[in-house]
């Protein structure tokens, strides 16, 4: 049978008459997660969330519970609560459809993570091209603050805390969460180096604050609502809960597919949800979480032991969508967002494009990801200028590996893995560009950069 | 620099709403720019001064931030995604005809100014690529063939097209 999606935080986004109003969402069993939470213990919530296994689902795919178990509350200082929604990670595009279409499900999942953390003040940081979802969000605080949801003394229970609406400007290194409390500080989104500055212990006004991404924040309310140890037995081991992904690129039916983590595996994604190729196309590579995840070539074999021991031995079709397989495969899975590339791809091209983007993106402040970005994108738009030379594909290896490993924050893998996968998984295509011998790119097939 | 009102109130109400003023940048310079266009050396000043920080303070956060800008943009501002899934669906191509038929360079104003056209990077719309922003209004598929038809419809309606009309745009506004 063909795959098919299972939809928990999607489940009804996409009905026809479901509204981000908070009507809507109350008719749909809105806030009645919200309401039980208050009547337990803080601690008994984060033990609930401890259980669940969720693991972050911005990028790094922390553990949740063990992440807030970091709160320094000795300290006595104020504690912070903040939604990361930068999405800015190309190829990223699913908290969009989770704050612009139910809203409520997040600021329900922000203030249980709210209470349970003992928060303050939660922020919504979103980024500034979300024009309009920011208003979608600012109305829905209004909704839910006039209804006692958020805001003083929420649901009579003695407990207050308001949420705002920041929005960025524009910058990707606002999604890295060091960044993201600089930015929110009114400051260049700086990212901090880590240690001391973990967000647990000294994050905003240097308090103990929480970054979340916005699906993991959805999924709190589920997780609460059915309990953790519930929670858990969907998915695999480890990798609990549904995920959304992300697909775009060279696919006959791009858009947002939840399922269970696991559930799926690459070739049912492509082939069963999203349709397959375009006619006559052949499958090259693949990204699996986003441009910072190293690619994939569709005709390697992947072969290894998983952590148990048991070998596997797949193709790129074989691979299930979760959290581990993609590290056992030698990339991450990332922000899950998928970008499929046909045989018309030049993989040059296409690696030219995405140090663009990396070059624009680097805060600046170490020299390696300052300068090494530059110096990618330098040599990659050079190679498709038509002066590529025969020492640049192992010049574009050298330059990549001596960033990752020596910068403040994650940026410097990001911009790294690329250039070394691209390289290393394509290497003919990177040597053919310098000898003349790279075959012409089909007419149907754009322009990179 | 005057600012209207409306602005002034908005400028009031939000300084407060955050822990420390200082927070209150980002939110004040929106606003600003929304008002003025851009963020003059004066508006840097006054800022500077409303929020209680140095003008570098201000100035840093504006030479940072792709968004904030030192210029006007055109009256119309398009802004085009130039990262990989929607170069991988003709962006490259769409950019060229809206600068083409706007009379706009890349990343500059039309001489009449009336339009910036401009490259930006991932909007976060990547499934449903090119993904394309006129002012503060995204739209979603703006292909190569359907980009003449869009910018009649969607930009300017005076423009003329070359080539006979692609089909009609369905350029879901998100
Ligand atoms: C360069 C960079 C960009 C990032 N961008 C985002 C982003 O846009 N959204 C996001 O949720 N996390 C992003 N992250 C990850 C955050 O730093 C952080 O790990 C995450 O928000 C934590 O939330 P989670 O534990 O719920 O995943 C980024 C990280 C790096 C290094
Ligand atoms: S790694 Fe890059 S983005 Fe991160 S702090 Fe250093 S220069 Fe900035
Ligand atoms: S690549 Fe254009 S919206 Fe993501």
Redesign the pocket.
Known sequence: MAAQETRMLLKYTDEPGYTPDIGCYIKHGGYETLKKALKLKPEELRQEIKDSEIRGRGGAGFPTGVKWGFIDYKSGKPVYLICNADESE??T?KDRQLMYKDPHQLLEGMMISAYAIQAKLSFIYIRGEMFRGAKILEQAIEEARAKGFLGDNICGSGYSCDMLVHRGAGAYICGEETGLIESLEGKRAYPRIKPPYFPAVFGLYQCPTIVNNVETLCHVKHAIDMGGKEFAKIGTPGNTGTRIWSV?GHIQKPGYYEFPCGGITMGELIYDLCGGLYPGRKLKAVIPGGTSSKVLNAEDRYTGKLKDGTPFDWSINDIPLDFDSFVHVGSMSGSAAVIVMDDSTDMVEALANINAFYAHESCGQCTPCREGCLWMNKITSRMMAGNAKETDADLLHSVSLQISGRTICAHGEAAAWPTESFVDKFRDEFLAKASGNASAKPESAYRLI | MNLKPETLKKIETVIPRYPERRSALLPVLHLVQEDQGYISKEAMEWIAEQVGVEPIHVYELVTFYPMLRETPAGKKQIRV???????LAG?YKVCEIFQKRLGAPLNGVSDDGEYSVEFVE?????GT???VLVDDKLYENVTPERTENFIKEHVCPNARPQQPAAEAVEGGEN
């Open positions: 190309p190829g595009f775009s | 995604c130039r990262t990989l899934s929607c170069a962006s991932c909007l976060a719309s990547c690529a090119p993904a």
